[in-house]
Every structure is written in C-alpha cells, then in structure tokens.
C-alpha cells in the first residue's frame, strides 16, 4: 500500500506546474502501469538494495527480535548476527567502521561466553 501511494504521489507532483511542463513522458513504470496491481508488480519488479543495507535484524529481548543483546539469533542455539543488520538504525555516514566495531564486540562477546 505504501509503495503503490508513494508512486501515485510522485505521479501527482510530476503532473502539476512547473514540473509537468519540463516532462515529456514517464520514464518509470510508464503508462502501461495504472492499476494498483501493475504499480505493485512494477515496483517488485524493479527495487533494489543498493548503498548499505542495515537494520534487517532487530535486537532486544522482546519476542520480535532476532537477536538478544549479546547478539545471538533468538531460538538457534550458537548462532549469532555481528554485521550491521543488527543496527536500529542507519548511521548517518559509511556503515564500515561501525560494522567493524559491531564485530570487534561480537567477539569480546563470545570470547566472555564461552570462558
């Protein structure tokens, strides 16, 4: 539903003044994209993750996390997530050195765990 309303509003902005009079055709999904389905399917289709994908893997306690606090996969025993999946949220620079440092932790973690 989001992505369907997020292309209908871009349509929207394209089509007004002063927008509409620099666009000669929609370039992406095109016309032969109109229903909610085809703009669905569109956008399916065609997404991507590009740049640095992050928080995929949420952790705390609760019963929707992934990982507890000490990073280990919830309900899969010796398993755990050290990469920057497990960030709440993107950082506002490269992912690299906080990755880094998520793992450095992992493993001062594990090396405590396992004594």
Sequence with gaps: DTTVAGIKVARKVAACAPVAGKIT???RPGDGAESDA??????RDTATTIYHPTSTCRMGADDNAVVDPRLRVNGIEGLRIADASIMPEIVSGNTNAPAI???EKAADMILQDCG
């Design 25 to 27: 055709e929609e370039f």
């Design 38 to 43: 085809d703009l669905l399917q569109w956008a």
């Design 101 to 103: 440092m998520i793992g």
